[in-house]
Protein backbone atom coordinates (compact mmCIF):
# COMPACT_ATOMS: atom_id res chain seq x y z
CA UNK A 1 0.00 0.00 0.00
CA UNK A 2 1.01 3.34 -0.44
CA UNK A 3 1.23 4.58 3.34
CA UNK A 4 3.13 7.43 4.54
CA UNK A 5 6.17 5.15 5.66
CA UNK A 6 6.68 3.65 2.00
CA UNK A 7 6.53 7.67 0.29
CA UNK A 8 9.21 8.92 3.06
CA UNK A 9 11.78 5.37 2.18
CA UNK A 10 11.06 6.91 -1.43
CA UNK A 11 11.98 10.23 -0.44
CA UNK A 12 14.99 9.28 1.38
CA UNK A 13 15.97 6.72 -1.62
CA UNK A 14 15.56 10.41 -4.27
CA UNK A 15 16.99 12.88 -1.77
CA UNK A 16 14.33 14.55 -2.17
CA UNK A 17 11.40 15.87 0.31
CA UNK A 18 8.07 14.01 1.06
CA UNK A 19 6.59 17.29 -1.02
CA UNK A 20 8.11 16.69 -4.13
CA UNK A 21 7.29 12.76 -4.13
CA UNK A 22 3.27 13.87 -4.09
CA UNK A 23 3.96 16.49 -7.03
CA UNK A 24 5.74 13.56 -8.62
CA UNK A 25 2.57 11.33 -8.20
CA UNK A 26 -0.11 14.03 -8.43
CA UNK A 27 1.65 16.97 -10.98
CA UNK A 28 4.93 15.59 -12.50
CA UNK A 29 4.77 18.62 -14.84
CA UNK A 30 5.40 20.73 -12.20
CA UNK A 31 8.58 18.59 -11.33
CA UNK A 32 12.61 19.02 -13.04
CA UNK A 33 12.99 16.52 -15.52
CA UNK A 34 16.32 15.04 -13.75
CA UNK A 35 14.38 15.01 -10.16
CA UNK A 36 11.47 13.11 -11.31
CA UNK A 37 13.22 10.46 -12.67
CA UNK A 38 15.23 10.20 -10.05
CA UNK A 39 12.08 9.79 -7.96
CA UNK A 40 10.15 7.36 -10.32
CA UNK A 41 13.30 5.04 -9.92
CA UNK A 42 12.76 5.05 -6.42
CA UNK A 43 9.38 4.28 -6.71
CA UNK A 44 10.41 1.24 -9.14
CA UNK A 45 13.03 -0.04 -6.67
CA UNK A 46 11.13 -0.49 -3.63
CA UNK A 47 8.11 -1.75 -5.22
CA UNK A 48 6.09 1.40 -4.04
CA UNK A 49 2.03 1.35 -5.03
CA UNK A 50 0.33 4.53 -4.16
CA UNK A 51 -2.89 3.96 -2.21
CA UNK A 52 -5.61 4.93 -5.10
CA UNK A 53 -8.73 4.28 -2.32
CA UNK A 54 -7.16 7.22 0.00
CA UNK A 55 -6.42 9.53 -2.98
CA UNK A 56 -9.67 9.40 -4.12
CA UNK A 57 -11.26 9.69 -0.76
CA UNK A 58 -9.36 12.87 -0.06
CA UNK A 59 -10.84 13.98 -4.01
CA UNK A 60 -14.05 12.79 -3.07
CA UNK A 61 -14.43 11.49 -5.88
CA UNK A 62 -13.97 7.77 -7.06
CA UNK A 63 -13.27 6.30 -10.27
CA UNK A 64 -15.54 3.17 -10.37
CA UNK A 65 -19.43 2.93 -11.13
CA UNK A 66 -21.38 -0.31 -9.87
CA UNK A 67 -23.29 -2.40 -12.46
CA UNK A 68 -26.44 -4.22 -10.69
CA UNK A 69 -27.45 -6.99 -12.54
CA UNK A 70 -30.39 -9.52 -11.87
CA UNK A 71 -28.61 -12.74 -12.86
CA UNK A 72 -24.84 -12.44 -14.00
CA UNK A 73 -25.52 -16.17 -15.17
CA UNK A 74 -27.84 -14.81 -17.97
CA UNK A 75 -25.88 -14.10 -21.50
CA UNK A 76 -27.73 -11.11 -21.64
CA UNK A 77 -26.65 -9.51 -18.69
CA UNK A 78 -22.86 -10.65 -20.10
CA UNK A 79 -23.28 -8.42 -23.10
CA UNK A 80 -24.89 -5.37 -21.75
CA UNK A 81 -22.16 -5.62 -19.07
CA UNK A 82 -19.42 -6.10 -22.24
CA UNK A 83 -21.23 -2.16 -23.74
CA UNK A 84 -20.64 -0.73 -19.91
CA UNK A 85 -17.27 -1.78 -19.61
CA UNK A 86 -15.99 -1.25 -22.60
CA UNK A 87 -17.21 2.54 -22.19
CA UNK A 88 -16.09 2.73 -18.74
CA UNK A 89 -12.77 1.81 -19.39
CA UNK A 90 -12.34 4.50 -22.54
CA UNK A 91 -13.11 6.50 -19.85
CA UNK A 92 -10.90 5.33 -16.80
CA UNK A 93 -13.62 4.07 -14.71
CA UNK A 94 -13.27 0.56 -13.05
CA UNK A 95 -16.68 -1.22 -13.03
CA UNK A 96 -17.81 -2.85 -9.88
CA UNK A 97 -20.04 -5.86 -10.79
CA UNK A 98 -22.91 -7.28 -8.72
CA UNK A 99 -25.35 -10.01 -8.69
CA UNK A 100 -28.52 -9.15 -7.30
CA UNK A 101 -30.58 -12.42 -7.84
CA UNK A 102 -33.39 -11.09 -7.77
CA UNK A 103 -33.29 -10.75 -4.21
CA UNK A 104 -34.22 -7.09 -2.49
CA UNK A 105 -31.95 -7.89 0.43
CA UNK A 106 -28.78 -8.63 -2.04
CA UNK A 107 -29.23 -5.92 -4.15
CA UNK A 108 -29.99 -3.42 -1.10
CA UNK A 109 -26.77 -4.93 0.16
CA UNK A 110 -24.63 -4.13 -2.75
CA UNK A 111 -26.44 -0.40 -3.06
CA UNK A 112 -25.32 0.27 0.20
CA UNK A 113 -21.28 -0.98 -0.25
CA UNK A 114 -21.29 1.02 -3.45
CA UNK A 115 -22.38 4.16 -1.44
CA UNK A 116 -19.70 3.60 1.04
CA UNK A 117 -17.07 3.51 -1.43
CA UNK A 118 -17.82 6.58 -3.08
CA UNK A 119 -18.87 5.18 -6.19
CA UNK A 120 -19.02 7.88 -9.08
CA UNK A 121 -22.77 6.17 -10.21
CA UNK A 122 -24.96 3.52 -10.46
CA UNK A 123 -26.19 1.77 -13.43
CA UNK A 124 -28.92 -0.72 -11.86
CA UNK A 125 -31.77 -3.09 -13.42
CA UNK A 126 -33.97 -3.28 -10.19
CA UNK A 127 -35.85 -6.31 -8.79
CA UNK A 128 -38.43 -3.66 -8.02
CA UNK A 129 -40.53 -2.49 -10.52
CA UNK A 130 -41.04 0.44 -8.32
CA UNK A 131 -37.54 2.57 -8.43
CA UNK A 132 -38.36 5.47 -6.57
CA UNK A 133 -36.14 4.46 -3.58
CA UNK A 134 -33.44 5.18 -6.07
CA UNK A 135 -33.52 8.89 -5.85
CA UNK A 136 -32.47 8.11 -1.96
CA UNK A 137 -28.59 7.25 -3.54
CA UNK A 138 -29.23 10.45 -6.08
CA UNK A 139 -29.71 12.57 -3.12
CA UNK A 140 -26.42 11.23 -1.47
CA UNK A 141 -24.58 12.33 -4.65
CA UNK A 142 -24.77 9.38 -6.47
CA UNK A 143 -25.44 9.58 -9.95
CA UNK A 144 -28.34 6.72 -11.42
CA UNK A 145 -29.83 5.57 -14.24
CA UNK A 146 -31.89 2.26 -14.66
CA UNK A 147 -30.78 -0.19 -17.10
CA UNK A 148 -32.76 -2.52 -19.27
CA UNK A 149 -35.86 -0.64 -17.40
CA UNK A 150 -37.68 2.64 -18.05
CA UNK A 151 -38.34 5.24 -15.75
CA UNK A 152 -41.41 6.51 -14.24
CA UNK A 153 -39.54 9.71 -12.97
CA UNK A 154 -38.40 12.74 -15.04
CA UNK A 155 -35.09 12.87 -13.45
CA UNK A 156 -33.96 9.29 -13.36
CA UNK A 157 -32.73 8.32 -17.23
CA UNK A 158 -33.30 5.09 -17.83
CA UNK A 159 -31.89 3.00 -21.35
CA UNK A 160 -34.74 0.36 -21.93
CA UNK A 161 -36.39 -1.64 -24.91
CA UNK A 162 -39.87 -1.38 -25.41
CA UNK A 163 -40.74 -5.25 -24.03
CA UNK A 164 -44.31 -4.20 -24.91
CA UNK A 165 -43.66 -4.33 -28.31
CA UNK A 166 -41.38 -7.75 -28.27
CA UNK A 167 -43.75 -9.31 -26.54
CA UNK A 168 -46.46 -8.76 -29.26
CA UNK A 169 -44.04 -9.65 -32.19
CA UNK A 170 -43.47 -13.04 -30.24
CA UNK A 171 -47.00 -13.99 -29.68
CA UNK A 172 -47.90 -12.14 -33.39
CA UNK A 173 -45.65 -14.51 -34.86
CA UNK A 174 -47.02 -17.27 -33.31
CA UNK A 175 -50.48 -16.96 -34.37
CA UNK A 176 -49.48 -16.24 -37.67
CA UNK A 177 -47.97 -19.97 -37.54
CA UNK A 178 -51.31 -21.25 -36.78
CA UNK A 179 -51.36 -21.46 -32.88
CA UNK A 180 -54.60 -21.04 -30.68
CA UNK A 181 -53.34 -21.67 -27.59
CA UNK A 182 -49.64 -20.48 -26.58
CA UNK A 183 -48.02 -21.10 -23.16
CA UNK A 184 -46.18 -17.69 -21.35
CA UNK A 185 -43.20 -18.86 -19.18
CA UNK A 186 -41.54 -16.58 -17.38
CA UNK A 187 -40.25 -15.23 -13.81
CA UNK A 188 -42.27 -13.26 -11.06
CA UNK A 189 -44.31 -10.48 -12.53
CA UNK A 190 -42.90 -7.89 -9.83
CA UNK A 191 -40.05 -7.77 -12.40
CA UNK A 192 -41.22 -5.41 -15.05
CA UNK A 193 -39.90 -7.04 -18.16
CA UNK A 194 -42.36 -9.99 -17.67
CA UNK A 195 -45.40 -7.71 -16.78
CA UNK A 196 -44.85 -5.36 -20.17
CA UNK A 197 -43.63 -9.16 -22.07
CA UNK A 198 -46.74 -10.32 -21.35
CA UNK A 199 -49.24 -7.01 -22.09
CA UNK A 200 -47.42 -7.60 -25.26
CA UNK A 201 -49.00 -10.92 -25.28
CA UNK A 202 -52.34 -10.31 -24.35
CA UNK A 203 -52.29 -7.05 -27.13
CA UNK A 204 -51.31 -9.80 -29.90
CA UNK A 205 -54.12 -12.44 -28.86
CA UNK A 206 -57.01 -9.75 -28.44
CA UNK A 207 -55.77 -8.16 -31.60
CA UNK A 208 -56.25 -11.66 -33.26
CA UNK A 209 -59.24 -11.74 -31.77
CA UNK A 210 -58.95 -14.65 -29.06
CA UNK A 211 -60.14 -15.36 -25.93
CA UNK A 212 -57.16 -14.51 -23.58
CA UNK A 213 -58.07 -17.34 -21.01
CA UNK A 214 -58.51 -19.61 -23.57
CA UNK A 215 -55.22 -18.67 -25.69
CA UNK A 216 -53.16 -17.89 -22.93
CA UNK A 217 -51.63 -20.77 -20.67
CA UNK A 218 -49.47 -18.47 -18.14
CA UNK A 219 -46.44 -20.53 -16.29
CA UNK A 220 -44.18 -18.47 -14.18
CA UNK A 221 -40.85 -19.55 -12.35
CA UNK A 222 -39.14 -18.50 -9.61
CA UNK A 223 -35.88 -17.49 -11.47
CA UNK A 224 -35.74 -17.14 -15.32
CA UNK A 225 -32.94 -19.65 -15.79
CA UNK A 226 -32.91 -22.77 -17.90
CA UNK A 227 -33.39 -24.64 -14.88
CA UNK A 228 -36.43 -23.48 -14.04
CA UNK A 229 -37.54 -23.54 -18.15
CA UNK A 230 -37.08 -27.08 -17.62
CA UNK A 231 -39.21 -27.54 -15.08
CA UNK A 232 -42.05 -25.44 -16.37
CA UNK A 233 -42.76 -28.17 -18.98
CA UNK A 234 -44.68 -30.73 -16.62
CA UNK A 235 -47.39 -27.67 -16.35
CA UNK A 236 -47.02 -26.95 -20.03
CA UNK A 237 -48.06 -30.34 -20.91
CA UNK A 238 -50.72 -30.87 -18.20
CA UNK A 239 -52.18 -27.01 -18.31
CA UNK A 240 -55.80 -27.77 -18.94
CA UNK A 241 -55.81 -26.80 -22.29
CA UNK A 242 -51.95 -28.23 -23.75
CA UNK A 243 -50.33 -25.06 -26.06
CA UNK A 244 -49.10 -26.05 -29.26
CA UNK A 245 -46.44 -22.94 -28.98
CA UNK A 246 -44.29 -21.75 -26.40
CA UNK A 247 -43.11 -18.09 -25.88
CA UNK A 248 -40.24 -18.22 -22.85
CA UNK A 249 -39.84 -14.12 -21.01
CA UNK A 250 -35.23 -15.38 -22.02
CA UNK A 251 -33.55 -17.58 -23.99
CA UNK A 252 -32.46 -19.53 -20.54
CA UNK A 253 -36.12 -20.24 -20.34
CA UNK A 254 -36.51 -21.27 -23.69
CA UNK A 255 -33.53 -23.60 -23.16
CA UNK A 256 -34.63 -25.40 -20.24
CA UNK A 257 -37.72 -25.87 -22.18
CA UNK A 258 -36.27 -27.00 -25.07
CA UNK A 259 -34.15 -29.53 -23.09
CA UNK A 260 -37.27 -31.19 -21.13
CA UNK A 261 -39.76 -31.08 -24.40
CA UNK A 262 -36.33 -33.41 -25.92
CA UNK A 263 -36.38 -34.91 -23.18
CA UNK A 264 -39.90 -36.46 -23.47
CA UNK A 265 -39.55 -37.16 -26.89
CA UNK A 266 -41.63 -33.89 -28.21
CA UNK A 267 -39.95 -32.71 -31.86
CA UNK A 268 -39.70 -29.03 -32.02
CA UNK A 269 -41.29 -27.52 -33.82
CA UNK A 270 -43.52 -30.24 -34.92
CA UNK A 271 -45.09 -31.29 -31.38
CA UNK A 272 -44.21 -27.57 -29.69
CA UNK A 273 -43.44 -24.35 -31.49
CA UNK A 274 -41.15 -22.35 -29.39
CA UNK A 275 -39.66 -18.55 -28.96
CA UNK A 276 -37.48 -17.16 -26.60
CA UNK A 277 -36.63 -13.74 -26.20
CA UNK A 278 -33.03 -11.63 -26.06
CA UNK A 279 -30.89 -13.38 -29.14
CA UNK A 280 -28.36 -14.18 -26.46
CA UNK A 281 -24.97 -15.91 -28.48
CA UNK A 282 -26.20 -19.52 -28.32
CA UNK A 283 -29.79 -19.30 -29.66
CA UNK A 284 -28.41 -19.16 -33.27
CA UNK A 285 -26.31 -22.41 -32.50
CA UNK A 286 -28.49 -24.97 -30.88
CA UNK A 287 -29.47 -28.09 -32.66
CA UNK A 288 -32.96 -26.49 -33.55
CA UNK A 289 -31.85 -22.96 -33.89
CA UNK A 290 -33.85 -20.74 -31.59
CA UNK A 291 -36.52 -18.02 -32.66
CA UNK A 292 -36.00 -15.12 -30.61
CA UNK A 293 -36.79 -11.38 -29.54
CA UNK A 294 -33.80 -9.40 -30.38
CA UNK A 295 -32.43 -6.79 -27.67
CA UNK A 296 -29.18 -4.37 -28.64
CA UNK A 297 -27.60 -5.75 -25.72
CA UNK A 298 -24.01 -4.45 -25.75
CA UNK A 299 -25.41 -0.68 -26.98
CA UNK A 300 -28.23 -0.86 -23.90
CA UNK A 301 -25.17 -1.10 -21.60
CA UNK A 302 -22.62 1.53 -23.55
CA UNK A 303 -25.72 4.14 -23.99
CA UNK A 304 -26.09 4.01 -20.38
CA UNK A 305 -23.20 4.54 -19.40
CA UNK A 306 -23.00 7.51 -21.54
CA UNK A 307 -25.59 9.03 -19.57
CA UNK A 308 -23.98 7.95 -16.02
CA UNK A 309 -20.86 9.00 -16.94
CA UNK A 310 -22.45 12.53 -18.02
CA UNK A 311 -24.46 12.94 -14.78
CA UNK A 312 -21.61 11.95 -12.50
CA UNK A 313 -18.98 14.55 -14.37
CA UNK A 314 -21.53 17.14 -15.11
CA UNK A 315 -24.17 17.39 -12.65
CA UNK A 316 -25.52 20.88 -13.13
CA UNK A 317 -25.94 20.84 -17.24
CA UNK A 318 -26.81 16.95 -17.73
CA UNK A 319 -30.10 16.68 -18.94
CA UNK A 320 -32.20 13.56 -17.87
CA UNK A 321 -32.81 11.15 -20.68
CA UNK A 322 -35.27 8.34 -21.76
CA UNK A 323 -33.95 6.43 -24.66
CA UNK A 324 -35.92 3.40 -25.63
CA UNK A 325 -34.78 0.42 -28.12
CA UNK A 326 -36.93 -1.16 -30.55
CA UNK A 327 -36.96 -5.20 -30.16
CA UNK A 328 -36.68 -7.36 -33.51
CA UNK A 329 -37.93 -10.95 -34.28
CA UNK A 330 -35.79 -13.30 -35.50
CA UNK A 331 -37.25 -16.15 -37.03
CA UNK A 332 -35.29 -19.28 -36.57
CA UNK A 333 -36.29 -23.39 -36.95
CA UNK A 334 -37.85 -23.38 -33.74
CA UNK A 335 -41.06 -21.72 -34.57
CA UNK A 336 -41.42 -22.44 -38.25
CA UNK A 337 -42.57 -25.97 -39.81
Known amino acids: MGSITSIREVARRAG ?74 ERGYVVILCNSDDSTEKESHYLHVLTEQRTQGVLITPVQSDASYLQQLRQRGTAVVLLDRPSRSKDLCSVSVDDVRGGELAAAHLLQQGHTCIGFVHGPLTIRQCTDRRRGVLKAVKAGGLDPDRAIIDITTRAQNAREGEESVEKLLSAHSRPTAVFCANDLLALGVMRGL ?27 PLTSIRQPKYELGRAATELLLDEADNPITHKHQHIVYQPELIVRASSCL
Not at 262 to 288: C, H, N, Q, W
Open 262 to 288: IKRGFSIPGDMALVGYDDVEFASVLAT
Open 16 to 89: VSLGTVSNVLNRPEIVAEETRQRVLQAIEEIGFVRNGSARQLRAGRSQHIGLVVLDVANPFFTEVARGVEDLAN
